[in-house]
C-alpha cells in the first residue's frame, strides 16, 4: 500500500499521474460498486413497492425482468456505460434473482473495459477540449451511450444467430427437434 500511495504522489507532483495505477483503481471502484448495487437490489422486495404493483410501474418491472432473463449479459454490460443506467440495471439485477456468479463476471468484465473507455476519453478530451469542460463531458457520455448501444445491439445479434450443428446426432433430428430414422443404403 506504501508504494502505491508513494506512486500516485511522485506521479501527480511531476505533472503525470500513473495512468495504470487510475485505471486499476477506476475498475476496482466500478465492481465494488456494481456489487454493492447488486446487494441493495436483493434486499429489497422489488414487488411490494406501490409504485411497482401495477399499471407502467409493473410493466417496467416485467420488461426489466425479462431483458434480463433474455439478454443479460448485453444489458448489464451495455448499462455500464450508460449513466444511471448502470445503477438501475445492477439494482434490478439483485432485485429480479440474476445470478449473482454470472453477474460478477460481467461486472468485472464490464468494470475493466470502462476503466479503459474512461481513460481514453480522459486523455483525448484533456487534449482536445482544454478549456472547455462542458464539451469533454458531452463526449464521454454520448460516447458512453454508443457504447452501451452497440454492445447490446452486438450481444443481442449474437444470442439470436442459430448454432449450426452438423455433428451426426444433430442432423438426425427434423425442424421441430424431434429424432428421424436416417435411411441407410
Not at 500511495?5 to 475498475?27: E, K
Amino acid at each position: 500500500m506504501k508504494g502505491c500511495a508513494a506512486r500516485l504522489r511522485t506521479g501527480s507532483a511531476g505533472g503525470t499521474p500513473d495512468l495504470a495505477l487510475i485505471m486499476v483503481a477506476a475498475a476496482a471502484g466500478a465492481f465494488v460498486g456494481d456489487q454493492v448495487a447488486y446487494a441493495i437490489g436483493q434486499r429489497i422486495d422489488v414487488r411490494r413497492l406501490p409504485l411497482l404493483r401495477q399499471g407502467r410501474g409493473r410493466r417496467t418491472l416485467l420488461w426489466a425482468e425479462q431483458s434480463l432473463i433474455r439478454r443479460g449479459p448485453s444489458f448489464i454490460l451495455a448499462a455500464r456505460f450508460i449513466p444511471v443506467a448502470r445503477v438501475a440495471v445492477n439494482v434490478a439485477a439483485g432485485a429480479l434473482g440474476y445470478p449473482r456468479r454470472r453477474f460478477m463476471g460481467l461486472a468485472a468484465i464490464g468494470s475493466v473495459a470502462w476503466a479503459g473507455y474512461s481513460a481514453i476519453v480522459g486523455i483525448g478530451a484533456g487534449a482536445w477540449f482544454m478549456g472547455h469542460p462542458v464539451g469533454a463531458v458531452v463526449l464521454g457520455v454520448g460516447g458512453g451511450l454508443l457504447i452501451g448501444v452497440l454492445l447490446d445491439l452486438a450481444f443481442t445479434r449474437l444470442q439470436r444467430r442459430p448454432v449450426r450443428d452438423d455433428t451426426p446426432a444433430a442432423q438426425d433430428r427434423d425442424a421441430t427437434g424431434d429424432a428421424v430414422a436416417r435411411e441407410t443404403a
